[in-house]
C-alpha cells in the first residue's frame, strides 16, 4: 500500500482532509498517492510533520515510522554546511 495513503487512512482522513490541511488541490493530493507526479518538498515537509514521521519514510527510503529526532536532523544539517 502507498505509504501516504497507509498514513492518510491510519487516521481516518479523507484524502480532500489532507489536501485542505496543506493547502492543494484534493486532486494532487490523489496523484500523490497514485505517484503519478512527484511531491514538491516544501509539500513533503508539510506531510511528513503532519504525519509526524520523516520524509525517508514517505518516498520509501527507511521502514521506520517515527520521525527522526530533532537533535540528528541538526547534527545532518550541520554536516553538510
Given at each position: 500500500?502507498?505509504?501516504?495513503?497507509?498514513?492518510?487512512?491510519?487516521?481516518?482522513?479523507?484524502?480532500?482532509?489532507?489536501?485542505k490541511?496543506?493547502?492543494?488541490?484534493?486532486?494532487?493530493?490523489?496523484?500523490?498517492?497514485?505517484?503519478?507526479?512527484?511531491?514538491?518538498?516544501?509539500?513533503?515537509?508539510?506531510?511528513?510533520?503532519?504525519?509526524?514521521?520523516?520524509?525517508?519514510?514517505?518516498?520509501?527510503?527507511?521502514?521506520?515510522?517515527?520521525?527522526?529526532?530533532?537533535?540528528?536532523?541538526?547534527?545532518?544539517?550541520?554536516?553538510?554546511?
Amino acid at each position: 500500500m502507498n505509504r501516504l495513503r497507509e498514513l492518510r487512512e491510519d487516521r481516518d482522513l479523507y484524502q480532500k482532509d489532507i489536501a485542505k490541511l496543506i493547502h492543494i488541490d484534493q486532486s494532487n493530493y490523489s496523484k500523490y498517492e497514485l505517484e503519478k507526479i512527484n511531491i514538491p518538498v516544501e509539500t513533503l515537509h508539510k506531510l511528513a510533520d503532519y504525519y509526524n514521521t520523516s520524509i525517508d519514510y514517505i518516498l520509501y527510503r527507511t521502514d521506520c515510522r517515527k520521525a527522526y529526532p530533532k537533535s540528528i536532523v541538526n547534527e545532518k544539517t550541520v554536516q553538510l554546511n
